[in-house]
Nanobody
Framework: QVQLVESGGGLVRPGGSLRLSCAAS????????MEWYRQAPGKQRELVAR???????NYQDSVKDRFTISRDNAKNTVFLQMNSLKLEDTAVYYC??????????????WGQGTQVTVSS
């Protein structure tokens, strides 16, 4: 029922731009904290950016001023605009939707990821 589908990944030159999309179905992103993670080969999955339901956006220091996370609740889609891409941005990017339960636990859903490769 719940599905998050990332798209927009691909090959881009250093300094280039790319916009990732995360289309949600089976849930309304308007009530979920939405996040982008990435995982590069040999590294742990790391949080890139988040856009909470009622909080300001947050970014990993390495992408601040270059990446922008946004949501279009009407389209039930979250975006990650990536500018001035660097080689180290190469990774599989994952979309995550999370919501806190009344008991304090977090219920979350993950997409399958989209590959972003920054290369000359």
């Amino acid at each position: 029922q719940v599905q998050l589908v990332e798209s927009g990944g691909g090959l881009v030159r250093p300094g280039g731009s790319l916009r990732l999309s995360c289309a949600a179905s089976g849930l309304m992103i308007s009530i979920y904290d939405m996040e982008w993670y990435r995982q590069a080969p040999g590294k742990q999955r790391e949080l890139v950016a988040r856009i909470p339901v009622a909080e300001s956006t947050n970014y990993q220091d390495s992408v601040k001023d270059r990446f922008t996370i946004s949501r279009d609740n009407a389209k039930n889609t979250v975006f990650l605009q990536m500018n001035s891409l660097k080689l180290e941005d190469t990774a599989v990017y994952y979309c995550r939707a999370a919501i806190r339960s009344l008991h304090g636990a977090v219920v979350d859903f993950w997409g399958q990821g989209t590959q972003v490769t920054v290369s000359s």
